[in-house]
C-alpha cells in the first residue's frame, strides 16, 4: 500500500498564527483527504483534495480557515490559519490504497501532526 | 452515504476471542464494509475488508450476512496490543469515507 509521510509530527503554536501540515505520498494518487480528530473523538473530514482544483470542503470547514494545497499527484499541504486553542487536534492526511486490479482496498492514513495551540 | 453504528465500547481479556458487530442498514450495492484499526497517536490502519460471506486474513476474520446490512470482525485470541478503536465504514472505490464513532476495544490481563 502507498506509503504516506505527514510533517510536522507535532507543534505548539501561538494563537493568531498559522501552521502547515505537509503530505507526502510514495506513489501518485488522485484524491487526497484532510482530517480533524479531537482529543478522543473520531476522525472529520476536512476536505478533499484534488489535483488541479480547488479542494471540497465539508460542512463547518471553510478555505480560509484551512486552505489546502495540490501541486502535484504526490503532494498536498493543509494550513491551520488564525488559530486558537479550539484548533487543537490531530490533523491526518489520507489517501485511496492502490487498487490491485478491480478491487478496491480502503484507505492509508498518515501517522499525523499532534496540534496544540497555546 | 451509509451510516455505520457500533458499540462505543468492549471489554474482552487475553486469550479471547472478541467479536464486534456493526449494523450499516442503507449499504449500497458498491458499498465494501471496511474495518480500521487505531492506536493512540497513530492514523488508522486497514484491517480487513470485504462485499459479501466471510474473509479472513492473518490478522482477523469478517463475517458478513447475505442482506449485508451488518457485519461482524472477530479477532482470534486477543492480547493487549489489541487495545485500540476499532472502526467499521462502508464505502466505495473513490468516495470519500466518513467516521463514525468506532469501538475502543480493552483487552485486560
Known amino acids: 500500500s502507498a506509503v504516506i509521510s505527514q510533517k510536522p509530527s507535532r507543534d505548539i503554536c501561538q494563537r493568531g498564527t498559522s501552521l502547515t501540515i505537509q503530505c507526502q505520498v510514495d506513489s501518485q494518487v488522485t484524491m487526497m483527504f484532510w482530517y480533524r480528530q479531537q482529543p478522543g473523538q473520531s476522525l472529520t473530514l476536512i476536505a478533499t483534495?484534488?489535483?488541479?482544483?480547488?479542494?471540497?470542503?465539508e460542512s463547518g470547514f471553510v478555505i480560509d480557515k484551512f486552505p489546502i494545497s495540490r501541486p502535484n499527484l504526490t503532494f498536498s499541504t493543509l494550513t491551520v490559519s488564525n488559530m486558537s486553542p479550539e484548533d487543537s487536534s490531530i490533523y491526518l492526511c489520507?489517501?485511496?490504497?492502490?487498487?490491485?486490479?478491480?478491487?478496491?482496498?480502503?484507505?492509508?492514513f498518515g501517522s499525523g501532526t499532534r496540534l496544540t495551540v497555546v | 452515504l451509509a451510516k455505520t453504528t457500533q458499540p462505543i465500547s468492549m471489554d474482552s481479556y487475553e486469550g479471547q476471542e472478541v467479536n464486534i458487530t456493526c449494523s450499516h442498514n442503507n449499504i449500497a450495492t458498491n458499498d465494501y464494509i471496511t474495518w480500521y484499526q487505531q492506536f493512540p497517536s497513530q492514523g488508522p490502519r486497514f484491517i480487513i475488508q470485504?462485499?459479501?460471506t466471510k474473509v479472513t486474513n492473518e490478522v482477523a476474520s469478517l463475517f458478513i450476512p447475505a442482506d449485508r446490512k451488518s457485519s461482524t470482525l472477530s479477532l482470534p485470541r486477543v492480547s493487549l496490543s489489541d487495545t485500540a478503536v476499532y472502526y467499521c465504514l462502508v464505502d466505495s472505490s473513490a468516495s470519500k469515507i466518513i467516521f463514525g464513532s468506532g469501538t475502543r476495544l480493552s483487552i485486560r490481563p
Open positions: 470485504g462485499y459479501k
Open positions: 483534495a484534488n489535483q488541479g482544483s480547488e479542494a471540497t470542503y
Open positions: 489520507s489517501v485511496e490504497r492502490p487498487d490491485d486490479g478491480q478491487l478496491y482496498y480502503g484507505y492509508t
